[in-house]
Each structure stands twice: as structure tokens, then as C-alpha cells.
């Protein structure tokens, strides 16, 4: 039985002012040529929008080039694209995104390729320099939605989740294809589907709806890996390709967990195990419920009061996570409370003094010490000993 190697694919390592998501992709393009795909996905909030009669428009390019062993250009291309929206909000929405994927031929003597993006109404930038694996013959995965090509590789709640493997080269000699779905390394979730010949090539589908007929996601929010093995053919993995699965708070189980979680500040441990325990379908109304009374200025669409607060649980999560305890540590009830401090005073560690903090509020006439009592980074509120966290 012959032994079919693992297409190559990987998320790029990318370097520059832009944030900009890359992956990799070599295959077979027909008997004995490879080819490289690479994907993108672009936040609107890292391209330039200019203003025009139609709405807001912002354009970058693509280049690819292909280096022989002795780093000398051997090939390459170079892609233009344009983004359209019709309002400012999606310029600049967290969730907006643009993807896509440009494919270029590899020649024999080719060993590394380089990639960069340029947004062409800006200085930014980004790129990234890999080598190039070469695989042998095996399987090709894509995802799908709404019979298309899905770029972005991320399904929502209400999408349908498809991937078709096409086998490459001679394949597998089985009628089908095991596919595993992993996270973090873990088997998730499995199953063997039929190789069948479609348009001149042997394919594999898998499909089957994010959410379950009571309307709960299969998976939570994160990143997974897609793999196809041969049955009955061993361990070997014919490909593999990664995709997201982004679902909304109130349905994403341990997400929502978490959230409640950081209200620690704000509510009762009552409140807490009330929200805990509400159905998925009813933790919207329940979420509001809890919010709206909080709201400074409720003829808005906006909650000022809630978008500030997890603003600040979110900096304490990235800022007092070393060693400390992230949105738990001292530093975090001081910081969600007021804010960041007027002034900070910072001593690190000495032989004769342990490492301490120093936070003044100019407005509220109060003091906060935080030291570094045991030297591992864990800033424990030294004084005011008693302060009211009203």
C-alpha cells in the first residue's frame, strides 16, 4: 500500500504595520505540477477607506515571489484588490473582514516564496518569508458556503458547515475517507464519508449544520484543524486545513460562562448563578435585563456603562495575566473601578525591597500600593487596606 503524504499548509508567521492573516497552501495543479495557494483576510480597520460618490473604497496589493536555494527571484506575481462598502461602520467594524487567495505555479528550482501585502493608500504594510514543502501526492481540502469557495474559513450559528477533500495524484486506494476534526490536538468529532467521482476527480463532502435542532452550536467559538486519513490505510494524514467556528456570545457556552464570570465587579453572586442558569435562547433578554438599568444614557443604541466596563476587564486580562491574576488580581479591582490611575509610580524588584506600584487619583483623593509580596509578579493591594468599591 503506498503511503500518500500530507498536503502542506500553515499559517505564516507576519511581520509589518498591518494585521493581516496568512496561510499557505502547496498542491498538485495537474500530474507532476505543484502549485502555491496563499489565503488572506484583511480587518477592514487595517486598510485605508477613502471617501467617495459611492461610499468608502480602500485598495492593497498582493506580491508573491519565488526564491531558487540561493535566494535569487526566480518567479512571482503581483495581485491588485479593491474594497467597497456603502458606510463608515464597516470601515472600521471589528467583524468586517476581506479574504480571498492568490495562486501562482512552482517551478523545480523553487524553495522559498515571499509574500507581501501593501495597502496602496497608506505606508502599511505586511509580510512573511516561508520555505516551501514540496508534498507528495495525497488529498486537497475546501470549505464551502452557499456553493462557494469559503476564503475566510470561519462559519457562524446559522451556516453549514461543508468541506469537500479531492484527491490529488494517484490517492488513496480506499472508497473513503475518514475525516477528523481536532482542537488543540483533541479529536472533537469523526466520520467516514464515500469517495466519489465527480467532474473527472475522486471527492469526499462533509456537511452538516453548526447548530443542532435545538438551535445550540456542535462546537464552541475557536480555531479547529480538518483532517482526512485513509480508511483502513493507518495513521497517515492525506490534509489538513484549519477553520474557525465564531459564534455569538449568548450561544457559545463557555464564552457566555466567562463573560458572566467578569460581572464579578458589578453583580451579586445571586445575580451571577441567575445568569449561569438561563436557557440559551433566553440569555439575551436576561443579559439586558441585568444592563439596561445600568444604562447612563438609554436613548442611545449603545450601553456606554457595559462597553466601559468589559474594556477595562479586558485590559486587566492582558496587563495583569503575568504572574498575576489577570481580571481577579488587585490591580483589576482597583482598575475596573476607577480607571487608569492619574499618575503610576513603579519600582521594580531590589535585594533590599520587593517590587511595587504606586496608583494616584487626583479627583477621588485616594492611593493604591500594590506590591509584589512573593517576587513571581502577583502585585497584592498593600494599602489602603479597607476602601469602598461602591
Known amino acids: 500500500m503506498l503511503v500518500f503524504g500530507l498536503l502542506a499548509v500553515a499559517s505564516l508567521s507576519v511581520s509589518g504595520s498591518m494585521d493581516v492573516s496568512l496561510d499557505a497552501a502547496v498542491h498538485v495543479v495537474e500530474e507532476g505540477v505543484r502549485g502555491l495557494e496563499v489565503s488572506y483576510e484583511i480587518p477592514h480597520s487595517s486598510l485605508a477607506f477613502l471617501k467617495d460618490s459611492l461610499g468608502y473604497a480602500a485598495r492593497f496589493r498582493i506580491a508573491v515571489q519565488l526564491l531558487d536555494p540561493q535566494g535569487n527571484p526566480r518567479a512571482g506575481d503581483v495581485w491588485h484588490r479593491a474594497v467597497r462598502v456603502a458606510e463608515y461602520d464597516l470601515t472600521v467594524s471589528k467583524d468586517s473582514t476581506n479574504a480571498g487567495s492568490v495562486a501562482i505555479r512552482l517551478g523545480r528550482d523553487v524553495v522559498e516564496a515571499r509574500v507581501e501585502v501593501r495597502d496602496l493608500q497608506s505606508t502599511q504594510t505586511a509580510a512573511a518569508g516561508f520555505t516551501l514543502d514540496v508534498p507528495p501526492d495525497g488529498v486537497r481540502i475546501r470549505f464551502l458556503k452557499d456553493g462557494e469557495v469559503l476564503q475566510t474559513r470561519t462559519y457562524g450559528l446559522r451556516d453549514t458547515f461543508k468541506a469537500v477533500a479531492t484527491v490529488v495524484g494517484e490517492g488513496p486506494d480506499s472508497d473513503s475517507l475518514r475525516f477528523l476534526i481536532k482542537q488543540e490536538g483533541r479529536i472533537v468529532a469523526a466520520s467516514t464519508r464515500p469517495l466519489v467521482d465527480s467532474a473527472g476527480a475522486r471527492r469526499a463532502l462533509l456537511s452538516f449544520p453548526v447548530a443542532d435542532s435545538s438551535g445550540s452550536s456542535r462546537f464552541g467559538s475557536g480555531s479547529y484543524d480538518l483532517e482526512t486519513v485513509e480508511v483502513g490505510g493507518g495513521a497517515a494524514v492525506l ?65 456606554e456603562k457595559e462597553e466601559e466596563y468589559f474594556e477595562r476587564i479586558d485590559y486587566s486580562r492582558e496587563h495583569f495575566s503575568h504572574g498575576d491574576r489577570g481580571f481577579r488580581s488587585d490591580r483589576a479591582r482597583v482598575y475596573v473601578r476607577y480607571g487608569p490611575p492619574d499618575h503610576k509610580e513603579k519600582r521594580p524588584f531590589e535585594i533590599d525591597q520587593r517590587a511595587y506600584e504606586i496608583w494616584s487619583y487626583y479627583d477621588s483623593g485616594i492611593e493604591f500600593v500594590f506590591v509584589d509580596r512573593y517576587g513571581f509578579g502577583e502585585y497584592l493591594l498593600e494599602s489602603p487596606k479597607f476602601w469602598h468599591e461602591g
Request: proline letters at 8%; aromatic letters at 12%; hydrophobic letters at 40%.
Open 239 to 303: 490534509g489538513r486545513l484549519s477553520f474557525r467556528i465564531k459564534l455569538p456570545l449568548f450561544f457559545d457556552d463557555a464564552a457566555y460562562r466567562q463573560r458572566v464570570d467578569e460581572l464579578l465587579y458589578v453583580a451579586t453572586a445571586q445575580e451571577i448563578r441567575h445568569l449561569k442558569g438561563v436557557p440559551s435562547a433566553l440569555r439575551e433578554e436576561a443579559w439586558r435585563q441585568f444592563w439596561d438599568p445600568k444604562d447612563p444614557v438609554p436613548a442611545t443604541d449603545r450601553n
